[in-house]
């Protein structure tokens, strides 16, 4: 069966620091999601890509967080520089297309400690 | 905007007890409704979901929602829950013609055998 898939699965890095995380969705799948959840929360949409372009970043705090799907396909989420209350597990996820109709799948997630 | 509660953040319940956890979504449009469950060691998964018609929808492994408008709730149910079921479990809505799932706390769910 396929799946979503993310790496690293768990990332520990102190303050300040760059990370990224990658995560490929399920072949054919267009739309992609980067969601955040903190511990005791649920998941929060940070990004949303159709293909190659954001259609929704507004919960993205983008003085330090970026997003990118360059060839539609799998994609990066980056964090420069990492604070404290970065810590959580991000999650990706896809779907055929665009609208709540169409399943999300999600993967494991990373899950991010920051020091 | 969109919000959804979760009643209880933490349920413990025997084996072949009845379970039921509480769903309460803020929007004034139509929705769609969604429940998620995440296994232990396992990635979050669809568990049911309710677009239009029947407001009684039967999901996997036994598990039911009932859709009530005029409460805005969406509330899951199972009669009889086994060890197995030890997860939790996420509800979500989002405007019918929207795309952004909005997801409430959580609630854990502890089956003791």
């Known amino acids: 069966e396929a799946e979503v898939a993310q790496s690293p699965r768990y990332k520990i890095t102190e303050k300040s620091q760059a990370v990224a995380f990658w995560c490929d969705p399920i072949?054919?799948?267009?739309?992609l999601y980067w969601y955040r959840q903190i511990l005791g929360q649920g998941p929060e949409l940070l990004v949303q890509f159709q293909d190659e372009s954001v259609v929704d970043d507004s919960q993205l705090p983008k003085d330090r967080f970026s997003a990118e799907r360059l060839k539609g396909v799998d994609s990066t989420l980056k964090i420069q520089p990492a604070e404290l209350g970065d810590s959580a597990m991000y999650l990706c996820?896809?779907?055929?297309?665009?609208?709540?109709?169409?399943?999300?799948?999600f993967g494991p997630g990373t899950r991010l400690t920051v020091l | 905007a969109q919000s959804v509660s979760q009643h209880n953040h933490h349920v413990i319940l025997s084996e072949a007890a009845s379970l039921e956890l509480g769903c309460n979504y803020s929007y004034g449009g139509t929705v769609n409704l969604f429940w998620y469950v995440q296994y232990p060691g396992q990635h979050l998964q669809l568990l049911l979901k309710?677009?239009?018609?029947?407001?009684l929808v039967k999901g996997i492994k036994g598990f039911e929602a009932e859709f009530i408008k005029s409460k805005f709730s969406f509330n899951l149910r199972k009669p009889s829950v086994q060890w197995s079921d030890t997860a939790e479990y996420f509800c979500?809505?989002?405007?019918?013609?929207?795309?952004?799932?909005?997801f409430g706390a959580g609630t854990i769910l502890r089956v003791k055998s």
């Open positions: 979500a809505v989002t405007p019918s013609y929207g795309n952004k799932l909005v």
């Open positions: 072949s054919g799948h267009a739309t």
């Open positions: 309710y677009f239009s018609g029947d407001p």
């Open positions: 996820a896809s779907s055929l297309a665009e609208g709540s109709y169409n399943e999300q799948f």
